[in-house]
Nanobody, 123 residues
Framework: QVQLVESGGGLVQPGGSLRLSCAAS????????IGWFRQAPGKEREGVSC????????YYADFVKGRFTISRDNAKNTVYLQMNSLKPEDTAVYYC????????????????WGQGTQVTVSS
């Protein structure tokens, strides 16, 4: 069974950090572009970051640049999203998915979504 499983979410205070993991089962992540997205209550899903399988290129939404870092560990078949300097507005369910990573990537470029992991930033 091919699936992605997100983990690492939780409750953190403003200014804190979390590392999300996106683990693949049933297939090898090495050959796939991976994207992280998020959806806050009452809002549409939005792209956060993605990483290319071909050359490791990474792209970030403006609202996370300088705070979040995407990386991949092919040996562990996992992609990570390191989130630092978290803000209350980062509160959302975070999803990973396979798709096409490029500078103007869209939600519609991705499929095979995981179930999501909740991130709550609050004091």
């Amino acid at each position: 069974q091919v699936q992605l499983v997100e983990s690492g979410g939780g409750l953190v205070q403003p200014g804190g950090s979390l590392r999300l993991s996106c683990a693949a089962s049933g297939f090898t992540l090495d050959y796939y572009d991976i994207g992280w997205f998020r959806q806050a209550p009452g809002k549409e899903r939005e792209g956060v970051s993605c990483i290319s399988s071909s050359d490791g290129s990474t792209y970030y939404a403006d609202f996370v640049k300088g705070r979040f870092t995407i990386s991949r560990d092919n040996a562990k078949n996992t992609v990570y999203l390191q989130m630092n300097s978290l803000k209350p507005e980062d509160t959302a369910v975070y999803y990973c998915a396979t798709g096409a990573c490029y500078s103007d990537y869209q939600d519609s470029d991705f499929g095979s979504w995981g179930q999501g992991t909740q991130v709550t930033v609050s004091s």
